[in-house]
């Protein structure tokens, strides 16, 4: 009787680590933007025009590692969707295989993908970003979203507000 004990302790001891794995690849943070502080706008994430405008300045999409990425040898699904304004299907960014391998150091983001700040999709408007692996054991988890907004045209159209009315002084007379 006390072997079957151990027998047993021993397979939940088994189960236990194997749905302590797979909950843990559900920690996935959101993607983000490389050198955030130099390209948006800390209040609203909103992608500053200077960057939108400039073909010399580069957006990246930055994918953090995910728990349990897949070890040498095997491979995890990443697909990353994009949505535009209110839609709620999703276009397809970009697809790929990954695993430990891809690294160059531990806590080193997974893949940096620059977007193309001139294709149609990327009007002005709201953007987000969102990430899906598929883990090399059959698992299957979902990032945060990343929500950016683009504005190339600045308030006004770029042009001086007309000046204010001028406040006629107010008098004994005209009171």
């Not at 559900?26 to 025009?49: C, E, M, R, S």
């Not at 994918?63 to 491979?75: E, F, I, M, S, Y």
């Not at 531990?106 to 009007?123: M, N, Q, R």
């Amino acid at each position: 009787m006390g072997r079957f004990k151990k027998i047993l302790s021993k397979a939940e001891e088994v189960r236990r680590a194997a749905r302590k794995s797979q909950g843990a690849m559900a920690d996935f943070a959101a993607p983000g933007i490389k050198d955030a502080d130099d390209v948006l706008v800390d209040t609203d994430n909103t992608v500053l025009a200077s960057v939108l405008k400039d073909p010399a300045k580069k957006l990246v999409l930055v994918v953090p590692q995910w728990n349990d990425l897949a070890p040498p040898g095997v491979t995890d699904t990443l697909t990353v969707y994009h949505f535009s304004g209110s839609s709620t299907t999703p276009e397809v960014l970009f697809t790929g295989e990954y695993s430990q391998e891809n690294l160059q150091q531990p806590g080193d983001p997974v893949v940096e993908k620059e977007l193309d700040k001139t294709a149609e999709v990327y009007g002005d408007g709201n953007h987000y970003f969102e990430c899906k692996v598929e883990g090399y054991m059959g698992g299957e988890v979902t990032s945060g979203r990343l929500s950016l907004r683009f504005d190339r045209v600045a308030p006004n159209q770029g042009n001086v507000p007309p000046a204010v009315p001028a406040i006629a002084p107010v008098t004994d007379a005209n009171v």
